[in-house]
Protein backbone atom coordinates (compact mmCIF):
# COMPACT_ATOMS: atom_id res chain seq x y z
CA UNK A 1 0.00 0.00 0.00
CA UNK A 2 1.22 3.66 -1.23
CA UNK A 3 1.61 6.09 1.96
CA UNK A 4 3.83 8.16 4.02
CA UNK A 5 5.00 7.38 6.91
CA UNK A 6 6.57 9.62 10.42
CA UNK A 7 8.57 7.97 13.13
CA UNK A 8 8.37 7.70 15.61
CA UNK A 9 4.72 8.77 16.82
CA UNK A 10 5.97 9.96 20.22
CA UNK A 11 9.25 12.05 21.01
CA UNK A 12 10.70 13.33 23.91
CA UNK A 13 13.92 15.07 24.46
CA UNK A 14 15.29 17.50 26.55
CA UNK A 15 15.80 21.25 26.17
CA UNK A 16 19.04 22.35 23.97
CA UNK A 17 19.04 19.02 21.90
CA UNK A 18 18.84 18.92 18.49
CA UNK A 19 16.40 15.93 17.23
CA UNK A 20 15.51 14.63 13.81
CA UNK A 21 11.94 13.37 12.67
CA UNK A 22 11.51 11.22 9.48
CA UNK A 23 9.06 11.24 6.87
CA UNK A 24 8.90 8.75 3.79
CA UNK A 25 6.50 8.63 1.19
CA UNK A 26 6.04 5.50 -1.56
CA UNK A 27 3.82 7.42 -3.45
CA UNK A 28 6.40 8.55 -5.74
CA UNK A 29 5.16 12.25 -5.52
CA UNK A 30 7.82 14.87 -6.16
CA UNK A 31 6.73 17.33 -3.86
CA UNK A 32 6.76 17.13 0.14
CA UNK A 33 5.87 19.34 2.72
CA UNK A 34 6.31 19.28 6.58
CA UNK A 35 3.46 21.42 8.83
CA UNK A 36 3.54 22.21 12.58
CA UNK A 37 0.45 22.05 14.48
CA UNK A 38 -0.43 23.42 17.91
CA UNK A 39 -3.69 23.89 19.52
CA UNK A 40 -6.30 26.25 18.08
CA UNK A 41 -3.57 27.23 15.25
CA UNK A 42 -4.31 24.88 12.02
CA UNK A 43 -1.10 23.63 9.82
CA UNK A 44 1.70 26.19 9.32
CA UNK A 45 4.13 25.81 6.79
CA UNK A 46 7.71 24.67 7.83
CA UNK A 47 9.39 23.82 4.83
CA UNK A 48 8.62 22.37 1.43
CA UNK A 49 10.47 20.70 -1.06
CA UNK A 50 9.35 20.35 -5.18
CA UNK A 51 12.33 18.26 -6.40
CA UNK A 52 15.09 15.95 -5.22
CA UNK A 53 17.90 18.71 -3.59
CA UNK A 54 15.82 21.31 -3.26
CA UNK A 55 13.30 23.34 -0.60
CA UNK A 56 11.99 26.56 0.25
CA UNK A 57 11.07 28.08 3.39
CA UNK A 58 7.60 28.05 4.61
CA UNK A 59 6.07 30.59 7.10
CA UNK A 60 7.52 29.61 10.24
CA UNK A 61 11.37 28.10 8.99
CA UNK A 62 13.15 29.51 11.69
CA UNK A 63 14.78 26.73 14.48
CA UNK A 64 14.25 24.41 11.95
CA UNK A 65 16.44 22.32 9.14
CA UNK A 66 15.54 19.77 6.27
CA UNK A 67 17.04 17.56 3.82
CA UNK A 68 15.94 16.52 0.43
CA UNK A 69 18.64 14.22 -0.81
CA UNK A 70 16.58 11.07 -2.15
CA UNK A 71 12.57 11.96 -3.67
CA UNK A 72 11.10 9.70 -0.38
CA UNK A 73 12.16 11.25 2.23
CA UNK A 74 12.28 14.49 4.23
CA UNK A 75 13.74 14.59 7.26
CA UNK A 76 13.08 17.86 9.60
CA UNK A 77 15.80 18.36 12.22
CA UNK A 78 14.15 20.89 15.13
CA UNK A 79 17.40 22.20 16.38
CA UNK A 80 17.63 24.09 19.93
CA UNK A 81 17.42 27.61 18.32
CA UNK A 82 13.45 26.76 18.26
CA UNK A 83 11.70 28.18 21.05
CA UNK A 84 8.93 26.36 21.38
CA UNK A 85 9.28 23.31 20.17
CA UNK A 86 6.65 20.92 21.75
CA UNK A 87 3.88 20.45 18.72
CA UNK A 88 2.28 17.88 16.87
CA UNK A 89 4.52 18.02 13.66
CA UNK A 90 3.03 16.54 10.03
CA UNK A 91 4.54 15.62 6.97
CA UNK A 92 2.53 15.94 3.38
CA UNK A 93 2.97 15.23 -0.24
CA UNK A 94 1.27 15.86 -3.60
CA UNK A 95 2.04 15.12 -6.92
CA UNK A 96 2.74 18.77 -7.86
CA UNK A 97 1.82 22.21 -5.81
CA UNK A 98 -1.44 23.09 -5.66
CA UNK A 99 -2.65 18.82 -5.95
CA UNK A 100 -4.93 17.50 -2.85
CA UNK A 101 -2.18 16.54 -0.06
CA UNK A 102 -1.61 13.53 1.63
CA UNK A 103 -0.95 13.01 5.28
CA UNK A 104 1.48 10.80 7.33
CA UNK A 105 0.25 10.07 10.77
CA UNK A 106 2.54 12.88 12.62
CA UNK A 107 4.82 13.07 15.39
CA UNK A 108 4.08 14.63 18.55
CA UNK A 109 7.12 16.10 19.78
CA UNK A 110 7.44 17.05 23.49
CA UNK A 111 10.57 18.93 24.44
CA UNK A 112 11.44 18.76 28.54
CA UNK B 1 -2.63 35.51 5.02
CA UNK B 2 -4.60 32.98 7.50
CA UNK B 3 -8.15 32.65 5.44
CA UNK B 4 -10.56 32.48 8.46
CA UNK B 5 -12.89 29.65 9.51
CA UNK B 6 -16.53 29.59 10.93
CA UNK B 7 -18.23 28.88 13.43
CA UNK B 8 -15.25 27.73 15.31
CA UNK B 9 -17.10 24.72 16.65
CA UNK B 10 -20.53 23.01 16.17
CA UNK B 11 -22.26 20.63 18.09
CA UNK B 12 -24.84 18.51 16.28
CA UNK B 13 -27.20 15.04 17.01
CA UNK B 14 -27.12 12.68 14.05
CA UNK B 15 -28.73 13.49 11.27
CA UNK B 16 -29.01 17.76 11.71
CA UNK B 17 -27.23 19.71 8.88
CA UNK B 18 -23.65 21.58 9.32
CA UNK B 19 -22.31 24.22 6.98
CA UNK B 20 -18.76 25.33 7.68
CA UNK B 21 -17.54 28.71 6.04
CA UNK B 22 -13.85 29.90 4.78
CA UNK B 23 -13.81 33.52 3.47
CA UNK B 24 -9.96 35.08 2.41
CA UNK B 25 -8.85 38.96 2.33
CA UNK B 26 -6.83 37.75 -0.91
CA UNK B 27 -8.12 36.74 -4.11
CA UNK B 28 -9.06 33.29 -4.35
CA UNK B 29 -8.51 30.44 -7.55
CA UNK B 30 -8.87 27.26 -4.85
CA UNK B 31 -10.08 25.99 -1.89
CA UNK B 32 -9.56 22.50 -0.32
CA UNK B 33 -10.94 20.89 2.57
CA UNK B 34 -9.58 18.40 4.74
CA UNK B 35 -10.60 16.47 8.32
CA UNK B 36 -8.56 15.90 11.09
CA UNK B 37 -10.04 13.60 13.64
CA UNK B 38 -8.29 13.73 17.50
CA UNK B 39 -4.63 12.80 16.99
CA UNK B 40 -4.91 11.43 13.49
CA UNK B 41 -3.74 12.88 10.33
CA UNK B 42 -6.08 15.29 8.29
CA UNK B 43 -7.36 13.58 5.16
CA UNK B 44 -8.10 15.24 1.93
CA UNK B 45 -11.92 15.81 1.31
CA UNK B 46 -12.38 18.40 -1.72
CA UNK B 47 -10.91 21.21 -3.94
CA UNK B 48 -12.49 23.18 -6.05
CA UNK B 49 -11.03 25.42 -8.29
CA UNK B 50 -11.82 29.41 -10.09
CA UNK B 51 -14.09 28.70 -12.52
CA UNK B 52 -16.49 25.96 -11.50
CA UNK B 53 -14.06 22.78 -11.23
CA UNK B 54 -14.79 20.63 -8.58
CA UNK B 55 -12.32 17.22 -7.53
CA UNK B 56 -13.64 15.08 -3.90
CA UNK B 57 -13.52 12.14 -2.71
CA UNK B 58 -16.67 11.67 -0.35
CA UNK B 59 -20.35 12.68 -0.97
CA UNK B 60 -19.59 16.32 0.84
CA UNK B 61 -21.04 19.36 -1.01
CA UNK B 62 -18.85 22.61 -0.89
CA UNK B 63 -19.67 25.76 -2.59
CA UNK B 64 -16.99 28.24 -3.83
CA UNK B 65 -17.92 31.90 -4.44
CA UNK B 66 -14.99 33.44 -6.11
CA UNK B 67 -16.66 37.49 -5.71
CA UNK B 68 -17.25 36.91 -2.13
CA UNK B 69 -14.02 34.97 -1.87
CA UNK B 70 -16.18 32.61 0.38
CA UNK B 71 -16.48 28.80 0.68
CA UNK B 72 -18.53 26.76 2.40
CA UNK B 73 -18.72 23.22 3.17
CA UNK B 74 -22.19 21.06 3.42
CA UNK B 75 -22.62 18.49 6.02
CA UNK B 76 -25.94 16.97 5.16
CA UNK B 77 -27.85 14.66 7.48
CA UNK B 78 -24.22 14.29 9.30
CA UNK B 79 -23.69 10.77 10.60
CA UNK B 80 -21.18 10.20 14.32
CA UNK B 81 -18.12 9.98 11.50
CA UNK B 82 -18.47 13.14 10.34
CA UNK B 83 -17.04 14.72 14.05
CA UNK B 84 -13.56 16.30 13.79
CA UNK B 85 -11.84 19.41 12.83
CA UNK B 86 -12.42 20.74 9.50
CA UNK B 87 -9.64 23.00 7.39
CA UNK B 88 -10.19 25.00 4.77
CA UNK B 89 -6.48 25.74 2.77
CA UNK B 90 -6.52 28.87 0.17
CA UNK B 91 -4.34 29.58 -2.55
CA UNK B 92 -3.31 30.89 -5.63
CA UNK B 93 -3.50 29.15 -9.43
CA UNK B 94 -3.27 25.29 -9.73
CA UNK B 95 -0.36 23.73 -9.78
CA UNK B 96 1.59 26.98 -8.59
CA UNK B 97 0.88 27.37 -4.52
CA UNK B 98 0.66 25.77 -1.42
CA UNK B 99 -2.50 26.28 0.57
CA UNK B 100 -2.54 28.39 3.49
CA UNK B 101 -4.83 27.12 5.88
CA UNK B 102 -7.24 28.49 8.70
CA UNK B 103 -7.28 27.66 11.83
CA UNK B 104 -10.18 24.61 12.08
CA UNK B 105 -13.79 24.38 12.47
CA UNK B 106 -14.22 21.54 15.44
CA UNK B 107 -17.15 19.62 14.47
CA UNK B 108 -18.87 16.94 17.28
CA UNK B 109 -21.61 14.93 16.21
CA UNK B 110 -23.28 13.00 18.88
CA UNK B 111 -25.80 10.01 18.62
Known amino acids: DGGITQSPKYLFRKEGQNVTLSCEQN?????MYWYRQDPGQGLRLIYYSQIVNDFQKGDIAEGYSVSREKKESFPLTVTSAQKNPTAFYLCASTTNLGNEQFFGPGTRLTVL | QQPVQSPQAVILREGEDAVINCSSS?????VHWYRQKHGEAPVFLMILLKGGEQKGHEKISASFNEKKQQSSLYLTASQLSYSGTYFCGTGGGRGSYIPTFGRGTSLIVHP
Open chain 2, 26 to 30: KALYS
Open chain 1, 27 to 31: LNHDA
